[in-house]
């Protein structure tokens, strides 16, 4: 199972932008981001596969972006216009194949995102 590292993340005031990053230990498929907001479920933010087709959660699409360099193994999530309703702990994923279930595949440490003025 790969092992993924992320970095990123922090306190933001409302509307502006943090960016983070995972590097997976090898390549696979599907890498993506979940958040866990405080006594809420895990849910997913977006996905990029190895082709580079992406989901995003209707929560965030045209806001957060992204993208992913397969030559480093890495993922990017960019995000923009933020909201306090974005602070969670956020997670990088990695799995195989793409899958509704949340619990699949390998994850990272988890990243604090903080939206507050």
């Known amino acids: 199972q790969v092992q993924l590292v992320e970095s990123g993340g922090g306190l933001v005031q409302p509307g502006g932008s943090l960016r983070l990053a995972c590097t997976a230990s090898g390549s696979i498929e599907v890498m993506g981001w979940y958040r866990q907001a405080p006594a809420k479920e895990r849910e997913l933010v977006a996905y990029?596969?190895?082709?580079?087709?992406?989901t995003y959660a209707d929560s965030v699409k045209g806001r957060f972006t992204i993208s992913r360099d397969n030559g480093e193994n890495r993922v990017y999530l960019q995000m923009n216009s933020l909201k306090p309703e974005d602070t969670a702990v956020y997670y990088c994923?990695?799995?195989?194949?793409?899958?509704?279930?949340?619990?699949?595949?390998?994850w990272g440490q988890g990243t604090q995102v903080t939206v507050s003025s």
């Open positions: 990029v596969m190895y082709g580079g087709m992406t």
């Open positions: 994923n990695a799995r195989p194949v793409v899958s509704a279930k949340i619990y699949v595949g390998a």
